[in-house]
């Protein structure tokens, strides 16, 4: 029964760790960093999501549109970064976003973006390019912004941990102490 009450642990546990990093971009700066060469970007410097504006044409001779759970998204690639940098966004793509200069949105190291293998493979296929490991990927359709529904998923997660932690733990011994006494 206590792998059981460890296992329940371990579970919100996990809840809570995987929305940490999104509330630390959530609630990270509004001001995003400029990056204007292929040089600026390191995954000594980049470990983790940044609020990025990177300058860069866009290259639509290489842009897929892959559809993932009923969402459209279109990946393309920047001629100055090549195969470097991913760039994803769920908007129409038109003749205009060829004058587009700067791209602002999330950039993360590519091996935590969302869908990564069957990107890079769509990349391998169709277009004959190989992401290299140390690629990067700019969400163009997400900006710092807390949600509630995050900041109630953490919250929530912590007091239920709390709750169980109580119960599982400490409440027993409590009720047996007490009716140990006279």
């Given at each position: ?25 959530d609630f990270g700066t509004k001001e995003p960093i400029h990056i204007q060469s292929v040089d600026e970007l390191s995954m000594e410097r980049f470990h983790r999501s940044t609020f990025a504006k990177i300058q860069g044409k866009t290259n639509f001779t290489k842009a897929a ?118």
């Amino acid at each position: 029964m206590t792998i059981l009450k460890v296992f329940l642990l371990l579970v919100v546990t996990m809840m809570i760790r995987f929305q940490i990093p999104e509330l630390r971009y959530d609630f990270g700066t509004k001001e995003p960093i400029h990056i204007q060469s292929v040089d600026e970007l390191s995954m000594e410097r980049f470990h983790r999501s940044t609020f990025a504006k990177i300058q860069g044409k866009t290259n639509f001779t290489k842009a897929a549109t892959f559809a993932k759970h009923g969402v459209r998204y279109t990946y393309f690639l920047l001629d100055e970064y090549g195969a470097q940098l991913v760039v994803r966004t769920s908007e129409a793509v038109s003749e205009e976003w060829a004058e587009i200069d700067f791209h602002v949105g999330r950039l993360r190291p590519y091996h935590r973006m969302p869908f990564s293998r069957s990107v890079r493979a769509g990349f391998r296929k169709n277009f004959d390019v190989g992401i290299p490991e140390g690629a990067f990927f700019l969400a163009r359709d997400d900006a710092p912004r807390p949600s509630g529904w995050s900041i109630f998923g953490v919250s929530f997660a912590g007091i239920l941990f709390c709750v169980l932690t109580y119960f599982f733990f400490i409440h027993g011994r409590v009720v047996a102490a007490r009716s140990k006494k006279p």
